[in-house]
């Protein structure tokens, strides 16, 4: 069974970060939920430290011998785990290696303003092939096509077993409802997003926001269990947030909780996609910096943001000024995160973690300003594989069924 909805915490832990089965805890107290959790969390440990023999496992997760075996039989019928002999031979015994099952996959798809990227990864989170399309202001157009890529990619799977669809949006969804309620930058409005993929291949579609999804992400690939208070800043044609606290996703009162880039730091700024003006946004993402070096007279038709980073290593000084203006405003709206949520953690995703040492050398005095005496300072860490960062949250959220710690 699952765990049910909206509940997303940590099993618990061990002083080694490894999730355990807490059954002191009210909400573990059914065994058919410590059963779950502890599935899981075998699911896990085999994830991360494949090949690996039930013996080790066993001692890995303090769980007893005949518990592991119950639970592995059941993952292998289920063709989640392979299990056979690898090459390791200690002492001429030849103990039976547990792995992820690769021929498991999944369709993650990451829609942005700009282009949507459709990709086929498998268990294990290894992207197998990519496709982009162009984003475009009719979003029943933009979804047909997205609809003929992902049929696509089913087709190219040719009886591999699908676990479904994960989308990520740069927006936020109502919870239960799944229609995009709030995406100011793709200027899309209460669009059924899931239908489309639903009817076309039958697999369960996931839709969550970018940000949320790469918090996900961040737990699930870069073995952050241990963080229980983690804030990712998407940085790119906006600003978005995805919030850990207390080990639990933060979604709020419909699903609104992290818009951040829309908080107004300067209410006389330059007018936001949503309406307002001088947001946060507006003044540290992607289009805030190409701005700063349009405005400071520099030719600049054609312009992309990451040809701003390449011309600043190259010497441009109005590039590296335009990117220093908006590494400072990223370091001022840090402070919002830093003072309101106290996170451990903040990662920050997007193209600017290719320059990630010019951007970290102005937001982190920001961020070290802000700790209150007695405080900590959370650490700022650019996030691992920047480009593909998205794309990980999306496969995160289809295998949170079967994995999610945060679940
Ligand atoms: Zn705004």
């Keep these: 069974m699952s765990l049910p909805r909206g509940r997303r ?13 807490d059954k002191s805890r009210p909400q573990s107290a059914s065994s058919e939920v410590v059963r779950d959790i502890n599935r899981r969390i075998v699911l896990n440990l085999i994830r991360k430290r494949q090949p690996i023999s039930r013996a080790e496992l066993a001692r890995v997760s303090g769980m007893q011998r005949s518990t592991i075996s119950l639970i592995v039989e059941q993952l292998i019928e289920e063709d989640w785990v392979l299990a056979g002999p690898t090459g390791r031979l200690p002492r001429g015994r030849r103990p039976v290696f547990l792995r992820l099952n690769d ?4 369709i993650g798809v990451d829609i942005r303003p700009s282009q949507i990227t459709a990709a086929l990864a498998d268990a294990n989170g290894r992207f197998i092939s990519e496709e982009a399309i162009a984003t475009t202001a009719d979003p029943e157009f933009t979804l047909g096509r997205l ?3 992902v049929e696509r990619i089913v087709a190219s799977c040719r009886g591999r077993k699908i676990e479904g669809i994960g989308v990520t949006v740069p927006g936020r969804c109502i919870p ?36 949320t999804a ?31 606290l207390n080990g639990q996703l933060v979604h709020g009162l419909n ?153």
């Design 255 to 407: 699903g609104m909780a992290g818009e951040f880039g829309h908080v107004p730091i300067d209410p006389q700024g330059p007018p936001c996609a949503c309406g307002r003006r001088g947001c946060w946004e507006v003044f540290a993402s992607n289009r805030a910096a190409l701005r700063y070096y349009r405005e400071s007279g520099t030719e600049s038709a054609g312009v992309s943001f990451p040809d701003l980073l390449n011309l600043a290593d190259q010497g441009d000084g109005r590039a590296g000024e335009a990117l220093n203006k908006m590494a400072c405003y990223l370091g001022r709206g840090m402070r919002m995160l830093v003072g309101g949520l106290a996170p451990e953690r903040i990662v920050v995703v997007g193209d600017l973690t290719r320059s990630w040492e010019r951007f970290e050398a102005v937001i982190m005095p920001e961020i070290l300003d802000q700790v209150s005496p007695g405080g900590v300072a959370p650490q700022l860490i650019p996030a691992r594989d920047g480009g593909v960062a998205r794309l990980r949250g999306t496969v995160a959220l289809v295998l949170e069924n079967d994995f999610g710690v945060c679940s």
């Design 103 to 106: 021929e498991r996959v999944l």
């Design 176 to 211: 239960g409802s799944d229609r995009l309620a709030f995406a100011p930058n793709l200027g899309w409005r209460d669009v059924d997003i899931r239908t489309p993929l639903v009817k076309a291949t039958g697999l369960e579609v996931k839709i969550e926001n970018a940000a």
């Design 9 to 21: 915490s940590f099993a618990g832990e061990t002083e080694g970060g490894v999730p355990v089965a």
């Design 214 to 244: 790469c918090a996900l992400a961040a737990v699930w690939f870069d073995h952050m269990e241990a963080v229980r208070n983690l804030v990712v800043v998407t940085v790119s044609e906006g600003i978005g947030a995805g919030i850990l």
């Design 147 to 149: 609809v003929e890529v």
